[in-house]
């Protein structure tokens, strides 16, 4: 191929690679807000990341979310979002909020510390720099008073919250753990076993402060989980000595209503290990053996017992366990462990009457959804009551003209089905 011709075969594909381009379609994907939020303890806006749970928009106002607010959001944003996301998207935890802050300063907002028993050199006595930059104060006021108040004014959040903090930012989440005891309920820290042998003073470490802290109330409910990378354990044993030091010291308050988990992760390293410690520690706060709900929703229906009564009770020991309202999953993807698979199976099953109280419930918990309007038309449709079929088509065909949804046609075609059904009726009787 000579050098013209490869010269107009070149420009035939550039125009027909724009040409291609141009028929393309591009929106920007909604996870929720971008937030710069002013601060005056900080005299700089915050740059905050909110990432709401599937079905927020459409759920009732009654459906409020936990907060897992996140320091690290240069490594952690999408990580933690992404996790929580789909494991509340496949029935394994609850939906919650995320709130992730990038900050460009986060080594000012440690507190002041000494080296102690970190590992961090021989000498105790030496002060840290780099990360303890010793305004942890202001940060703090900065969560309590700005940052934690907005979101729980904008957002349909509950009360219990779990903050991550990741290598210099654990120092910052331990010094809430004293220092605003009721201001987290679960504290997860990654790359951290070092900071537990750190201290206010050369003679302390955190583990006198997190037991002080403990000890002035005893039964104090909480979850506190702290790891590191195996590696860095290895190189540096003194980890070993800080993990056996904090679980000793935490023994009176675990048997009680606090729970711990303290652990080296192999084969992941300083920054990495924070995707498997941060499902270890999920499942810390929220086990997989009662969280996980696989096979749970099916089983209710097999039994004779009426299921929304079995799954009110289930939910309501899963609610005093984490001590906030937990309700069922309404409608997940290819999942049986919701609301829509369990009123689907019932009617199937020709108990009508309890599929109905399951579509009854869906609606209450998702008011502004098409879909559990079409299906509770359908099992009207099943048992015989066209005109209440009707009056919940109808409803079904309007929300999903609202919301656009992709079902809109079927739901049409049900519509018209009923009508057909009803006239067809009429004429018979006359």
């Known amino acids: 191929m000579n050098i013209p011709t490869i010269l107009i075969t070149t420009l035939s594909l550039l125009i027909s690679c724009t040409a291609f381009a141009d028929k393309i379609s591009s929106s920007p994907l909604s996870f929720g807000s971008v937030i710069n939020l002013p601060s005056t303890y900080l005299n700089e806006k915050q740059n905050i990341h909110v990432y709401l749970p599937q079905g927020y928009q459409q759920a009732a106002d009654h459906i409020r979310y936990p907060v897992i607010y996140t ?67 202001l940060y703090l006021n900065f969560l309590q008073q700005e940052l934690i108040p907005y979101i729980d004014n904008k957002y349909r959040t509950n009360h219990f919250r779990i903050l991550i903090g990741m290598s210099p930012t654990a120092t ?118 009662e969280w996980g709900m696989s096979g749970r929703y099916n089983e209710m229906v097999r039994q004779k017992s009426n299921p929304l009564e079995q799954l009110d009770n289930y939910y309501q020991k899963l609610s005093e366990s984490v001590g906030f309202t937990v309700t ?9 462990a919701c609301l829509r698979s369990m009123a689907y199976r019932l009617r199937n099953n020709k108990r009508y009457k309890e599929s109905e109280q399951i579509y009854q419930r869906w609606i209450k918990d998702a008011p502004k959804t098409a879909k559990p309007y079409a299906g509770l038309a359908e099992t009207y449709i099943a048992n015989g009551q066209l005109a209440m079929a009707l009056s919940y088509s109808k409803k079904s065909v309007v929300l999903a003209e609202v919301n656009q949804s992709p079902f809109l046609s079927d739901f049409k075609k049900e519509l018209k089905m009923i009508e057909e059904k009803i006239a067809a009726n009429t004429t018979a009787s006359n």
Request: hydrophobic letters at 40%; a negative charge; zero cysteines.
């Open 71 to 137: 320091l690290d959001g240069w490594a952690l944003s999408q990580t933690v979002s992404g996790v929580v996301n789909h494991l509340g998207n496949t029935a394994s935890m609850p939906k919650a909020i995320v709130v992730a802050i990038n900050s460009e300063n986060e080594f000012e907002y440690g507190p002041k510390l000494y080296t102690s028993k970190s590992g961090w050199g021989e000498d105790p006595a030496v002060e840290l720099d780099g990360f303890s930059g010793g305004q942890a104060d």
């Open 172 to 289: 910052f989440a331990l010094h809430t753990f004293w220092k605003s005891p009721k201001l987290f309920d679960a504290h997860f820290l990654f790359a951290a076993t070092d900071v537990l042998g750190m201290g206010y003073s050369p003679e302390t470490t955190f583990v006198d402060k997190i037991v002080e802290s403990l000890a002035k109330d005893p039964e104090r409910k909480g979850y506190l989980y702290i790891a590191s990378a195996q590696r860095e354990a290895i190189k540096n044993p003194i980890r070993l000595d800080n993990i056996q030091a904090l679980e000793t010291a935490l023994a009176p308050y675990t048997k009680k209503n606090f729970a711990l988990k303290a652990e080296h992760i192999d084969n992941f390293g300083h920054y990495p290990m924070a995707i498997p410690g941060l499902l270890s520690a999920i499942d810390l706060v929220f086990p997989r053996s």
């Open 328 to 336: 069922p999953n309404t409608d997940l993807r290819r999942n049986s």
